[in-house]
C-alpha cells in the first residue's frame, strides 16, 4: 500500500487574493461595463465556459482603454503576463515563441487585468494538435441580407453536417452573424477537415449562388452570405462561446438551442448585462462533447 502522506501541521499557503489594478476601468463606455465587471462576468461564466476554452491555444483581443481605445489581436504569450496564464508549444509551431494557455479561473481573472476583452481559441486541443475536435462554419452576412436569411443558411448547414453523421450546434457571435460547431471526435487531421468544410461551403455557393459566396471577395457580398469556412485550418481561431466581443453594447457570443433561431434573438442579443437571466435556463449546449463523432 502507498504510504500515507504527512499531513502538515500548517495550513497551504494562500495565493495571493487575485486584486484587479483599476477595478473601475471603464471597457465598454457605452453599456457601462468597467473591468470589474469583467471579472465579475468571466467569474460567473466560468463553469460554462472553461470546457471551450481550457488546454487549448487561446488568441486574445487586447483593448487596454476598452473598446474606444487601441486594440490589438495577440496569439503569443507575452513577458510579464499573469502567473496564470500558461505557456503552450505548438509541436509544429515556432519554438520559443509560445502560446497562450489557461487552466483555471485565476487564468481569466489574469484575462480581465490583460484587458483581453475577446477569447479566441483553436479548434484543436493540447491532447491533439494537428487533430481538431470541431469544425466551426462562420456565417458572415453582406450588407443587405436578411437575419432570416442566416438562420436559413445555418439550418442548411446543421442537415449537410447531419448527412454526414455530424451533430451540430449554433451560437451568436455577438457580432454579425452566426456560427455553427459541429463536435469532433479527434482523428481527421486538419487538411481533411479543412477539404472537408471548403467542399461543404463551395456546394452551398453552387446550389444557391444568389445566396452564398465562399471566397473573400468583397464586390461578391452584397446580399450574400458568406460561408467562411476558413476557420478550419490549423492555427486558425473562432471566437469563444461566452466570449464578450469589443463592440458597442457589450455583447457575447451566446449558445442557443436550434429551436431559439428566430427573429427576437439577433446575433448580438446577448450582452454582458443579460448574462444573469440567460445563465438562468438550461445549457443549450450540454451534450456537445457527447455529441462528438468522429470524420469520416
Ligand atoms: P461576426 O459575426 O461579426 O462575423 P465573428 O467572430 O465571426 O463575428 P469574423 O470577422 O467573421 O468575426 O471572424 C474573424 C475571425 O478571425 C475571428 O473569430 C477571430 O478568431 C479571427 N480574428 C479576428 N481578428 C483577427 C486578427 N486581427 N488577426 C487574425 N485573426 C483574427
Ligand atoms: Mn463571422
Ligand atoms: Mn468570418
Known amino acids: ?36 465587471d469583467l471579472a465579475d462576468y468571466y467569474a460567473a461564466i466560468w463553469p460554462r465556459m472553461a470546457p471551450f476554452i481550457t488546454d487549448r491555444a487561446l488568441a486574445l483581443l487586447r483593448c487596454p482603454n476598452g473598446i474606444a481605445g487601441p486594440r490589438f489581436f495577440q496569439k503569443n504569450l507575452w513577458k510579464g503576463a499573469g502567473g496564470h496564464l500558461v505557456p503552450l508549444q505548438d509541436p509544429e509551431g515556432e519554438a520559443g515563441t509560445p502560446l497562450i494557455g489557461l487552466h483555471d479561473r485565476d487564468g481569466l481573472i489574469d484575462l480581465v487585468q490583460a484587458a483581453a476583452l475577446e477569447i479566441h481559441p483553436w479548434g484543436a486541443s493540447v491532447q491533439a494538435w494537428s487533430q481538431p475536435d470541431m469544425i466551426v462554419m462562420d456565417l458572415d452576412p453582406g450588407d443587405g441580407v436578411p437575419w ?110 436550434w429551436n431559439e433561431l428566430g427573429p427576437d434573438i439577433g446575433p448580438a442579443h446577448f450582452t454582458i448585462g443579460t448574462i444573469g437571466a440567460r445563465l438562468a435556463v438550461a445549457d443549450p449546449w450540454a451534450e456537445i462533447r457527447d455529441a462528438a463523432r468522429p470524420l469520416r
Open 148 to 257: 432570416s436569411m442566416v438562420i436559413e443558411a445555418a439550418r442548411e448547414i446543421r442537415a449537410r453536417l447531419e448527412r454526414s453523421g455530424l451533430a451540430s450546434f449554433v451560437k451568436t457571435t455577438g457580432g454579425k452573424g452566426l456560427h455553427v460547431v459541429a463536435p469532433l471526435k479527434p482523428g481527421a487531421d486538419w487538411a481533411v477537415v479543412k477539404a472537408f468544410t471548403r467542399s461543404m461551403a463551395q456546394a452551398m455557393v453552387s446550389d444557391s449562388p444568389q445566396r452564398y459566396v465562399a471566397t473573400i471577395t468583397k464586390s461578391r457580398r452584397q446580399g450574400r452570405i458568406l460561408v467562411d469556412y476558413l476557420r478550419n485550418q490549423r492555427g486558425a481561431t473562432a471566437v469563444a462561446p461566452y466570449s464578450p466581443r469589443a463592440r458597442p453594447g457589450a455583447p457575447v457570443a451566446m449558445p442557443l438551442a
Open 1 to 36: 500500500s502507498k504510504p500515507v502522506k504527512p499531513v502538515s501541521p500548517e495550513p497551504a499557503p494562500a495565493r495571493p487574493a487575485r486584486t484587479l489594478t483599476h477595478p473601475d476601468r471603464s471597457y465598454w463606455p457605452d453599456a457601462g461595463v468597467t473591468k470589474q
